[in-house]
């Protein structure tokens, strides 16, 4: 999805099981730490992160440097409790409150989606609202409850 939004593509794994059998044409995967390999890109205005593993030995170091940095977009798949328990360890670990108000997480417009198809339109979707500075449309926010279809029916006379 990245690569077709016109995104050079850094996947960052150290992970030995992942790399096996790597083959997607376009994508660099990168088999150092992410913190290390965050720090070493300079990220710059043009820049965008996104933390994917679901590992905070792996993300957490990679967002705390990404956040340092003028990358446009810093981000973190996973649930609304995990992103508040990851902001909770990045306070413990010295990142400013300014920092940590750039991490967005849980990652995507929210569009309802549940497979990885529609996460990764949904994570591309607001990666280019972001992008292009369009601020995040109502309809879009995370809600408190689910969509009830009832709420929209129309009644003719």
């Not at 340092?68 to 902001?87: E, H, L, T």
């Not at 549940?114 to 995370?142: C, D, F, N, Q």
Request: net charge negative.
């Amino acid at each position: 999805m990245a690569k077709m939004l016109d995104y050079q593509v850094i996947v960052v794994d150290p992970r030995e099981e992942y790399a096996a059998g790597w083959d997607l044409p376009g994508v660099k995967l990168d088999r150092g730490m992410p913190d290390d390999v965050v720090r070493e890109l300079n990220l710059d205005g043009h820049s965008a992160v996104v933390a994917l593993t679901h590992d905070p030995k792996l993300d957490d170091l990679a967002l705390m440097e990404a956040l340092k940095s003028a990358a446009f977009y810093v981000g973190a798949i996973g649930s609304k409790k995990n992103n508040d328990a990851r902001r909770e360890r990045l306070k413990q670990f010295d990142v400013s409150a300014d920092e940590i108000a750039r991490l967005r997480g849980p990652v995507g417009l929210y569009i309802g989606s549940k497979t990885p198809p529609e996460i990764a339109v949904a994570i591309g979707a607001e990666l280019t609202a972001v992008r292009y500075g369009v601020r995040e449309p109502s309809w879009a926010a995370k809600p408190e409850r689910r969509f009830d279809p009832s709420a929209c029916e129309v009644k003719t006379p």
